[in-house]
């Protein structure tokens, strides 16, 4: 599915309208007696229940469903550091998603600080807000300590999606590659094209899996990371340093089991994928360009496992699978945190619902006769609706098994609730 430059600027003001989200009250306001409920004097009431108990605010305002979605512009996309106005395209972007696929509300909030200290200053000042922080588009390394420091710092989730989300989804997807391989976790070479935020979370979240330190090579645009390099490193990527001399992708990616692409299109030749491993898995994951083109790839390699970014191709890795899921799991238990435990359950609930039989109304979604789990089926269709109750779910309980909420949640009740918002199937 192919959209021009018209047809996005098209969309972001269509009927006349510009951008994509707007704000609408959920209480009357027709008379005159609502006014005074909604505002003067009736408001403050609420208030001074709320001063009287904290934990009122999430009886009498919408606290416990509202995150806040906030960048500074410094890693748009694939787009680079365009500026914090330049963001709210695709914070509002973000917004729609977190709304579709959760019945989650969004404020976009787009600050223009490139300090980290001054935006950690600025979002801890604002979080009494919200529910929960999802940080986007924040550049490598800053966004590491901008995350770390917010969330020590504050009692609600902080959730860097660049980070997080894409290490989710490529937990999930691998998980289940190396189910149809019959490879094992503790066994493999993985190595990434491309060493920020995404790949870095990536590679952290496979080892919590089980994927060994040793067996997890980065490569980026200087090369392998080894002991010793000065260009483009820090702490967070020192941990998977390599030997201690230079190398290129092509000499890394041999033998290699898995190839995880965060980086740029076209990078990767037939060649180097014929020096890896028997059935290899290849996540090319660059947009809108992977690493290497999807067919160039199945041709090279016929019993390949391969999956993109892009939704015209089988095994779409997309963050929408879980960050609106992982929200609403956590909101939905008011988690202060969103702690490597319920990530992992996240990856876990994404595997095991691609083995669940494929409903026919997602299959006329996508306009699919059948769809079997298999080495084009291994992670769920972003439209599939039971993501929302698998994950959400899972994530839930996770939180209250780790300590981090008092409220659990009954698994029937808590479908009935989606149910009503309309989050079931």
Same mark, same amino acid.
């Not at 330049?86 to 709304?99: H, N, Q, R, T």
């Not at 090579?217 to 390599?242: C, N, Q, S």
């Not at 020096?275 to 199945?298: G, Q």
């Not at 779409?316 to 702690?339: H, T």
């Given at each position: ?28 306001? %027709?008379? +005159? ?5 909604? /505002? ?7 208030? +001074? ?23 500074? =512009? ?29 019945? !989650?509300?969004?404020?976009? @909030? ?11 200053? !600025? ?39 660049? +980070? ?18 019959? *490879? ?5 070479? !993985? ?29 980026? @645009?200087? =090369? ?25 992708? =092509? ?24 020096? &890896?491993?028997?059935?290899?898995? !290849? ?32 095994? +779409? ?23 490597? %435990? ?5 990856? *876990? ?22 769809? %079997? ?15 929302? /109750? ?12 780790? =300590? ?19 989050? &079931?199937?």
């Amino acid at each position: 599915m192919m959209i021009s430059s018209d047809d996005a600027l098209n969309y972001h003001q269509l009927d006349g309208i510009p951008g994509k989200t707007c704000v609408m009250p959920t209480k009357p306001l %027709e008379t +005159q007696r609502d006014l005074s409920l909604a /505002y003067t004097p009736g408001v403050a009431v609420p208030v +001074q229940e709320i001063e009287k108990d904290p934990k009122n605010v999430y009886k009498y305002t919408n606290k416990g469903n509202l995150v806040g979605v906030i960048s500074n =512009g410094t890693a748009i996309l694939g787009l680079g550091n365009l500026g914090a106005l330049a963001s709210k395209p695709v914070m509002e972007g973000k917004a729609v998603l977190f709304k579709k696929f959760a019945d !989650i509300d969004v404020f976009d @909030i787009e600050i223009d600080a490139l300090d980290s200290e001054e935006l950690i200053k !600025i979002v801890a000042a604002i979080a009494p807000t919200f529910g929960g922080i999802n940080l986007e588009d924040i550049r490598s390394p800053e966004c590491f300590h901008i995350e770390q420091t917010l969330q020590d710092m504050l009692d609600i989730p902080v959730f860097h999606d660049d +980070q997080h989300g894409t290490a989710v989804i490529v937990g999930a997807s691998l998980l289940n590659a190396l189910e149809i391989t019959g *490879k094992k976790l503790d066994q493999i070479k !993985i190595v990434f094209s491309g060493a920020g935020a995404a790949a870095i979370a990536s590679a952290n979240l496979l080892r919590s899996l089980g994927v060994p330190c040793s067996n997890i090579w980065l490569t980026d @645009i200087e =090369g392998l990371v080894y002991e010793g390099r000065r260009e483009l490193m820090f702490p967070e990527k020192l941990v998977y340093a390599k030997g201690d001399h230079p190398a290129v992708l =092509g000499d890394v990616i041999k033998d290699a089991d898995v190839f995880i692409g965060l980086s740029a299109g076209n990078i990767v030749t037939p060649e180097m994928l014929m020096t &890896m491993s028997d059935k290899p898995i !290849i996540f090319a994951m660059a947009n809108p360009h992977p690493e290497i083109k999807y067919e160039l790839a199945k041709s090279t390699r016929p019993n390949a496992i391969v999956a993109t970014g892009r939704s015209d191709y089988p095994n +779409q890795i997309n963050n929408v699978l879980c960050f609106p899921f992982i929200f609403r799991g956590a909101l939905d238990v008011r988690a202060r945190k969103i702690n490597e %435990e319920m990530k992992l359950a996240a990856s *876990k609930a994404l595997a095991a619902l691609a083995k669940e039989p494929v409903p026919a109304e997602i299959l006329e979604l996508y306009e699919l006769e059948s769809l %079997e789990f298999g080495i084009d089926y291994i992670i769920p269709k972003p439209l599939d609706k039971r993501i929302c /109750y698998s994950v959400a779910m899972e994530v839930a309980k996770a939180a209250f098994n780790t =300590g981090l909420t008092e409220i659990q949640l009954d698994p029937e009740e808590y479908k009935c609730k989606l149910e009503r918002l309309g989050l &079931m199937p």
